[in-house]
């Protein structure tokens, strides 16, 4: 019998909607990052209203109003992209193994388990239904690059075309922290927005000259690692800046103050 983890963290819709009140949307457009209004990112996609990286995840995210979603994409053993944090299917659904080593198929025909453990009837969703589904409510795109083969030029090209058909790549970014994996993709795609895990209030300058090489960049680091002095050093760099971990009133508050293009959050509600 495989262990159950359960997440530690859990919000009732009311209860967030009460407590942190509402951030401005704006609504995307190919241009999204020269916006200077502030939207917001739903961690994995909208976690207080449906399990972790499913199609539902990504409906409730757009029926509630976030900007953005920021989602996990790996390749299944016969070839298929679908969403999954961990390498393995084990805490998120009634199956094992990893995905590497399992088809659409076989993990398509697992349930889904909710933040509590309990079985659900949703299925892991393939990156094809989750784009399409996210320019059904115009929302933004965040791919994650810690998860997947980046390196890989056919899974980068794979993800670029489904993203592309879905008609959401120019309204997304890419988490790339690996410097020769960011400098690859950025030659292959030099026009798409990229990003690394940054910390301001330690490396704000090296960190906004390495954004600055590229065309298209966000400063995106965890609401812990900066503050109004850097913030404002990442705006006269004219870079916009993406906040993570934001899930608290006090740091939603602060995230507030210093006014980033997007806060991520798993359980704050537009």
Request: charged share 30%; aromatic share 8%; no cysteine.
């Amino acid at each position: 019998m495989k262990k159950k983890r359960i997440l530690s963290l859990s919000v009732p819709i009311m209860l967030a909607t009460s407590l942190f009140g509402s951030a401005a949307s704006a609504a995307p457009n190919d241009n999204w990052l020269q916006s200077s209004k502030t939207e917001l990112s739903a961690h994995r996609g909208a976690q207080v209203a449906a399990p972790e990286n499913t199609l539902e995840a990504i409906t409730q995210a757009g029926l509630l109003g976030y900007g953005f979603v920021e989602i996990d994409v790996q390749k299944t053993r016969d070839g298929q992209y679908i969403l999954m944090h961990d390498k393995t299917v084990d805490r998120t659904t009634t199956g094992s193994g990893e995905v590497k080593d399992l088809t659409l198929e076989e993990i398509q025909s697992f349930d889904i388990e909710d933040i509590e453990g309990k079985v659900t009837d949703y299925k892991v969703p393939t990156l094809e239904e989750v784009l399409e589904e996210a320019h059904k409510y115009n929302i933004g795109i965040n791919f994650d690059g810690s998860k997947g083969d980046w390196d890989d030029k056919e899974f980068v090209d794979d993800i670029m075309e489904e993203a592309e058909e879905a008609k959401v790549l120019n309204h997304s970014f890419f988490v790339l922290s690996n410097d020769d994996i960011r400098n690859q993709f950025n030659e292959w795609y030099p026009e798409a927005t990229l990003t690394f895990l940054g910390n301001a209030l330690k490396n704000v300058d090296a960190d906004i000259d390495e954004l600055k090489q590229y065309d298209n960049a966000i400063y995106s680091t965890s609401i812990n690692n900066v503050d109004e002095e850097t913030a404002k050093e990442i705006k006269k760099a004219g870079l916009k800046l993406h906040v993570y971990s934001v899930n608290t009133a006090e740091t939603y508050e602060k995230a507030k103050s210093i006014h980033p293009r997007l806060i991520e959050t798993d359980v704050i509600i537009p």
